[in-house]
Each structure stands twice: as C-alpha cells, then as structure tokens.
C-alpha cells in the first residue's frame, strides 16, 4: 500500500509554529513603519478581524484566485492576512514595498521562513509522538509511506533528524518537498474536469499541475492531509476520473483549527477523518 501524506498539521502541531510566524509578520510591518510597533500590532488586528469576519472571502491567492481558504491551517490564516493587509491598506502596502517587499506573497513567504527557522533554532519541537510511532507501524507493514509537502525536503529532514532520526534511513520512506500544490492553472488554460469542485457552498480550485503530477506518479492508495482544499480536494476529482484511484481512499487530518464545513464536505463527499495518525493505522487493519 502506497500512503501519501501531508506533514505539517499531520506529523505536526503547528500552533506554536504559526503563531512565531504572525508574530514575524508584526515584527517586519514595525520595521516598515519606522519601528512603530504598537501601529503595527494595531493595523494586523485590525486586518486579521476582518478575515476572521469572512473567511471565505480570504486565503492564499495564487493565479488570480484562492487555492484555498483562510480558516483552513493557521499558516494559511497568515498568507490571507498579507494579501488583505496589501488590497485593503496601500499605506502599509507602500511601506512594505519600500522595504524590498514586492507582493503579499513575497511577504509571508519570508515571514514564513524567517520565522520557522528561528522557531527551529530555539530548539521546539512540533513533531507528534503519537504521529511517528504510527507512521512507524505503517513502514514495518510493508507500506510505502510519501512525505508529500509544501515544505522543502531540508525543512522536513531537520525536522525528523531531531524527532526520529532513524526514521530517515527507512527505505519505504520517501520525501516529496516542494511539493507546490498550491500552485494553480492560471487563468485561460484549459480547465480540469470539476473544477472548481463545490464542497459545502465553497468553490475549490482542482486545476493543480504539479500536485497533479506527483499523485499520478506515485498512484497512493490513501492521501490524508488537514487542508481539504490543498490537500484533498484534487485526489477527490482524480478518484472520480482516473481509473487507478477509483478506490483511493481519502482521509481529513482533524486538528483544533478545522473549520466546520470542511468536516461537512468531508462526510458528504466519502472523505474520512481521524483525529490521531495511529486511527489511521487502525482503520488499515
């Protein structure tokens, strides 16, 4: 059996994580305001409230539209809070450009990785017991077991080599960074079958070229994630078009943060959901 698995929010807990990198994003808009940290503490409140308002108006834009929705993960949470932060307020947008900041995107991204790399260094340790014994149980039963992740491979590998550095040397074990599943056909290609899919009232894009790639590689048996719209939303159009997943099974990862109607949709549309890793070993069997 082939297992395709998401790692942040899934391997880990990202609360801390996430947290460390709103905190970045206060710290660079202070720098861009002249080291007025109060007005820049004040303005991303602000800015966040009204996301938090309507986050189905908000969330990682990518090709002129939303690869997915800003109460999805808490990292994603940061992503819409830079874009609406550049549409809805062009002073701090000026400032932040004048501070080498060219887009939204290239803000939280070097928020992201500024701050998950301090976070690393101070020594936390976001990876779950819990997680790696299961993914444990999984390689002694003969699965192959694929890291497929946003991140990048380093960011996985220190990450393990400080968790279970033996778990690296697995030979049923493969990583898959950089994996770009946000990454959307932009606007005028030609569309992917269900695309958008509608889940639960939401509009989620399934046009995701790269990701699509990989998945058609690797044919998994089961993909879990915790971000149905990255994560899931494209194995559930391929199981509905592709021969080879028409029994690929498709599991949400629940954690604190996910939103209600990704749970509706999950159970509407034959998604599964677990709340630990290890009853991911278990419905296997």
């Not at 996430?18 to 905190?23: D, E, L, N, S």
């Not at 149980?137 to 699965?143: F, M, Y």
């Not at 199981?239 to 749970?263: D, F, G, M």
Request: hydrophobic share 45%; net charge neutral; aromatic share 6%.
């Amino acid at each position: 059996m082939r297992v395709v698995s998401d790692f942040d929010g899934v391997w880990t807990e990202p609360d801390g994580e996430a947290q460390a990198v709103g905190a970045w994003q206060c710290r660079r808009l202070a720098e861009a305001l002249g080291g007025d940290e109060p007005a820049a503490a004040a303005l991303l409140e602000r800015v966040r409230a009204a996301v938090r308002a309507r986050p189905e108006r908000h969330g990682w834009r990518r090709a002129g539209g939303l690869t997915c929705y800003a109460d999805e993960d808490p990292y994603v949470f940061h992503n819409a809070v830079a874009a609406a932060l550049w549409d809805e307020e062009p002073e701090a947008r000026a400032e932040l450009a004048a501070h080498g900041f060219e887009s939204a995107e290239a803000f939280a991204w070097r928020c992201f990785e500024e701050a998950t790399a301090a976070w690393a260094r101070a020594g936390a340790a976001p990876l779950l017991a819990s997680a790696i014994e299961a993914v444990q149980e999984l390689l002694d039963r003969g699965c192959e077991v694929w890291i497929v992740s946003n991140g990048s491979n380093e960011r996985i590998r220190t990450m393990l080599e400080g968790g279970c550095p033996g778990l690296l040397a697995h030979p049923r074990l493969r990583l898959r960074g950089d994996a770009r599943k946000f990454e959307l056909e932009p606007p005028g290609r030609e569309a992917a079958a269900e695309d958008p899919l509608r889940l639960h009232g939401r509009a989620v894009r399934t046009a995701r070229p790269h990701y699509r790639r990989l998945l058609e590689q690797i044919e998994p048996d089961l993909v879990i994630g915790d971000n149905l719209s990255l994560d899931l939303a494209l194995p559930l159009a391929l199981r509905r078009s592709r021969r080879w997943a028409r029994r690929l099974e498709i599991v949400l990862k629940r954690n604190r943060y996910t939103p209600r109607w990704s749970l509706e949709a999950s159970a509407a549309h034959g998604i599964g959901t677990v709340s630990r890793l290890a009853e991911l070993a278990a419905r296997l069997g």
